[in-house]
């Protein structure tokens, strides 16, 4: 169902890294979300007050506030589709990721009224009547919550997206409970025990742990986390595959948003080329990435000596030194200042987050390997992070 309603109301839908086709997709996924959650509701609502069970009634509301979730998600889609304006000039991608964190905290929500309702029903138990129209709507609502766990993770993993991928694991856990609830359907006919108020806590510990794997998801971009490798990998590749390019090195990516990502990145020329042709080169890779990946790249030019002998041997030497402290360090931007009374060794040394020894003793050990050179060489070194 969704393949056809895909093709009928999303224009271009195979274009999916455009920032208007997943717009599409992600107000699709959550219109058809309010109307099945809706359905959903009715029909649980209907089959709890038929048994009397508390769990059944509070899995249907927990469908009610799926329905407002999908709604959010909506909002959430058409306002990250604005333009960017003068208050907002790198557009408003995140507001996708605020409103998959507001859907985490709806199931927050529900998750701590559920337990609640489900304690005071084990503290004061009643009995659950069992009614077949009841057990039969809780078997298609495990079915239906099945399909949108299926939809909801395809179209998160075709759009990317933090928000659909949480609506998802909220499908999936919705599944769990409402399989739970009705197990306790059945234990209430078949035997003596009660435990509708123990699987009532059951289901509120799935959407505990469902809201709390969207949380993560739609806090973790929130808060800068590193970009993916595989955009990354698509990064390089492009900017390598000009012949003017050696290599590249401190690229960060901002990211704004799906479809709202700015990226810099340092890029190394032969330090003899003609500036007006390595500029227009520079150019060209900055429209290259704009058009096949959406992103705004700022590309700085690092001239590299290609031809001086001296600073090819001592890159060589310096490069061996650094392998030897960790083979998980790496050195850039190398270049040589000579002096009437010595030559200064200028480079960039990148040292990953979780090193073990301090930036301060990496530093020192690799000063002393250089000044120990035949010559009088001074190391002047910046650390470097890596941002990807």
């Not at 964190?101 to 609640?116: D, G, S, T, Y």
């Not at 990516?253 to 080169?281: F, K, Q, T, W």
């Not at 030194?321 to 190398?334: C, G, K, Q, T």
Request: proline share 4%; hydrophobic share 45%; with cysteine.
């Amino acid at each position: 169902m969704i393949r056809l309603f895909m093709k009928l109301f999303v224009p271009d839908y195979k274009n999916t890294s455009s920032p208007k086709v997943r717009q599409s997709y992600g107000m699709l996924s959550g219109a058809v979300g309010i109307a099945l959650n809706i359905l959903l509701f009715a029909g649980k609502f209907l089959a709890g007050i038929l048994s009397g069970s508390i769990a059944i009634t509070a899995d249907a509301f927990n469908n009610l506030s799926d329905a407002g979730s999908s709604l959010i998600t909506v909002f959430g889609f058409k306002m990250a589709g604005q333009k960017p304006d003068r208050s907002h000039p790198f557009g408003h991608g995140r507001m996708e990721y605020l409103s998959g964190f507001i859907v985490a905290m709806v199931i927050f929500f529900m998750a701590f009224e559920l337990l609640k309702a489900s304690v005071s029903k084990i503290i004061t138990p009643s009995p659950t009547v069992f009614d077949p129209l009841a057990a039969g709507i809780l078997v298609i609502s495990i079915g239906v919550k099945l399909y949108m766990f299926f939809y909801n993770r395809w179209i998160s993993r075709l759009i990317d997206s933090a928000a659909t991928m949480a609506t998802a694991r909220d499908s999936l856990s919705d599944a769990l409970s409402t399989t739970v609830v009705l197990f306790a359907v059945f234990m209430g006919q078949f035997s003596t025990l009660q435990i509708d108020g123990w699987c009532g806590v059951a289901v509120a510990l799935f959407i505990l742990y469902s809201g709390y794997k969207a949380a993560k998801d739609t806090i973790n971009p929130l808060l800068g986390q590193a970009p993916e490798a595989d955009f990354v990998n698509q990064i390089e590749h492009i900017i390598l595959s000009h012949p003017d390019i050696i290599g590249i090195h401190d690229l960060i990516v901002h990211n704004y948003g799906p479809g709202r990502i700015m990226i810099s990145v340092h890029a190394e020329v032969p330090a003899d080329g003609d500036i007006l042709a390595l500029h227009d080169s520079i150019d060209n890779i900055e429209h290259e990435l704009k058009n096949s990946l959406f992103c705004e790249a700022v590309i700085h030019m690092d001239p590299v000596c290609t031809q001086d002998e001296e600073t090819i041997h001592l890159k060589q030497m310096v490069s061996e030194f650094v392998r030897e402290i960790s083979p998980a360090l790496s050195l850039h931007d190398f270049r040589l200042v000579k002096g009437q009374t010595h030559t200064n060794i200028i480079f960039d040394l990148l040292i990953p987050y979780d090193f073990p020894s301090s930036d301060k003793t990496v530093c020192e050990q690799l000063t002393r390997k250089i000044e120990g050179l035949e010559g009088r060489y001074y190391a002047v070194i910046e650390i470097d992070k890596n941002y990807v």
